[in-house]
């Protein structure tokens, strides 16, 4: 992530597979700090119904380390998204 992002209080969402076909987008950026569960719903406000459709079945990155997704509704702070930061959103994947 670029010093540009820090420096305007910026994280980047990056989305995989489902959640970047749901979004119709690779990335986005949010304001940070945050709390993981605030950047989720967020995520949500953005684009109605992920949760369900994709984010619920997810595994969650930041910096490319995984955290654990915390569920809706509860205020648990967890994981701080700082400035800068990258979160991807990754959906299971099937393969055959």
Known sequence: MSATAA?????????FAAASSYTGRESE?????????????A????????RARVLDSCLVTVN?????????????AGVVIQAA?????????SSG
């Not at 950026?29 to 719903?41: E, H, I, R």
């Not at 930061?85 to 994947?93: F, K, R, S």
């Open 7 to 15: 420096s305007t209080g910026q994280c980047t969402v990056l989305y």
């Open 43 to 50: 995520v949500e406000r953005r684009h109605p119904g992920i």
């Open 85 to 93: 930061d990258e979160v991807a959103i990754i959906p299971p994947v």
């Open 29 to 41: 950026t949010f304001p940070a700090p945050v709390p993981l569960a605030q950047l989720l719903a």
């Open 64 to 76: 490319l380390d995984y955290v654990d997704v915390p569920q809706p509704g509860i205020d648990d």
